[in-house]
């Protein structure tokens, strides 16, 4: 398998997105260490060597002590996936509608979490010789998606995020991509009714592929990132959207 031997730590990983990812990250065999607030442990005991850490992604000690436990219980660290972010059960309105607190907690959740987790787990990689960072961003920064300016600008500094660190990390072998997916029907998503409402047959008229986007089709592509197929891949954004837009 392509990653065995690896360890892989996947934010956000108990559910929708993170936990197909997680689980397809170790049918490739890599050691998955769950990183979440709730559920972490639970999630991590499906997969062979799993480790569950109750993780505030937003939290400097709290990713520091991450990147800790997983050298202390699995002895590297090799491939971070920061999928952990708010979304679901964000309330869809006007702009100036979106309270300041809100506001600063989405940064926190979907932006600042990437610079902690990742300044937590780079020199880790750097001493074994390189790694990979995906980070999970959205499609909705290059359609410009309204009624979620927070969210959407959050994730449209993702992509710049990933940009400008790949520069920064590649002569330490430490390669950072970003993958971005259109609406999802994850678990989360589908518990916030006003959100399917809103969006679900809208992006599915919009799709070259008419039909709903699954947590699933977002594994491939991490998994690609994750591994040696890809070692000469840095920088970069995959839009995965059934081609709702051409990125």
């Not at 398998?1 to 929708?16: H, N």
């Not at 059960?89 to 979907?110: A, Q």
């Not at 399917?196 to 799709?207: H, M």
């Not at 089709?217 to 890809?230: K, P, Q, W």
């Amino acid at each position: 398998m392509r990653l065995d031997g690896q360890v892989a730590i996947v934010t956000g990983g108990a559910q929708g997105i993170g936990r197909a990812i997680a689980a397809g990250l170790a049918a490739e065999g890599a050691r998955v260490v769950v990183a979440d607030l709730k559920g972490a442990e639970a999630a991590a005991a499906c997969y062979p060597g799993g480790v569950g850490l109750t993780v505030d992604v937003a939290s400097e000690a709290d990713t520091a002590r991450m990147a800790e436990e997983t050298v202390a219980r699995c002895g590297r660290i090799d491939v971070l996936v920061n999928n952990a972010g708010l979304y679901a059960t964000l309330k869809m309105r006007p702009f100036e509608e979106i309270p300041v607190d809100e506001w600063r907690r989405v940064m926190d959740v979907n932006v600042l979490s990437m610079f902690l987790t990742a300044r937590a787990v780079v020199p880790r990689m750097r001493e074994a010789g390189g790694g990979s960072i995906v980070n999970i961003s959205s499609g909705t920064p290059f359609r410009g998606v309204p009624m979620l300016l927070h969210y959407v600008t959050s994730k449209g500094a993702i992509v710049a995020l990933t940009r400008a660190l790949a520069k920064e990390l590649g002569s330490g072998g430490v390669r950072v991509n970003c993958v971005a997916p259109g609406f999802t029907m994850s678990d989360g998503v589908q518990q916030n009714p006003e959100v399917v409402e809103a969006l679900q047959a809208v992006s599915v008229a919009a799709r070259t592929i008419k039909r709903d986007q699954l947590p699933d089709d977002v594994v491939g592509a991490v998994v690609y990132l994750a591994c040696a197929e890809s070692s000469f891949v840095t920088g970069q954004t995959i839009v995965i959207d059934g081609g709702q837009h051409f990125h």
